[in-house]
C-alpha cells in the first residue's frame, strides 16, 4: 500500500487535505505505472525554508514552487544509510508560491497544487526536463495524470 507523510511547516492551501493527498500520489503512480507500494515525504513549507533549499542545492538564491530529492539522491551523502527500496525521496512545495502561481494562472490553489506535486513526484521517478525530448516526455505524463485527476 502506498504512503505519504506529511509534514506541515505552512497549512491552508484551501481544498487539499491528507486523503487529497493521498489519491494524487495514488493516481501518480498508478498512471506512472510505478509500484503501489511506494512511499514518499511531502513538506509543505515556507518561503524562507524553500529559498534556503533551493540556494544549499541547486545554487539558487530565491524561492521555488517545488523542490524534490530522491532517496537515491540523498543516500550517495549517507553511505551507511540503509535506505527502503519502496520510499523514493522528499518533495518539497512552497505555500506561498503556490498561491501566487494560482493567482496568476487563475486557477485554484488545489489544482495548482495538483500540478506542482506530479510534478514533484514524477522527479522522484527518475523524469527530468534537462533536455527537450525529457522535456516532452515528462510534460505529456504531468498532462496526463492532472486531467485524470482535475
Known sequence: MSQVFIA???YAIEGVDDEFIHFVFDMTISMA???AESEMGLIITTNDRIKDLNFRY???DKPTN???FASSEIAKDFVSAD???NYLGDVYISSAEL???AGEL???PKDRFVQLFV???LHLFGFDHENAKDAEVMESMEDKITAAIL
Open 8 to 10: 506541515y511547516d505552512e
Open 119 to 121: 510534478h514533484g513526484v
Open 106 to 108: 487563475g486557477i485554484a
Open 66 to 68: 517545488v523542490l524534490s
Open 33 to 35: 505505472d510505478k509500484s
Open 83 to 85: 535506505i527502503d527500496a
Open 58 to 60: 541547486r545554487g539558487k
Open 99 to 101: 498561491m501566487r502561481e
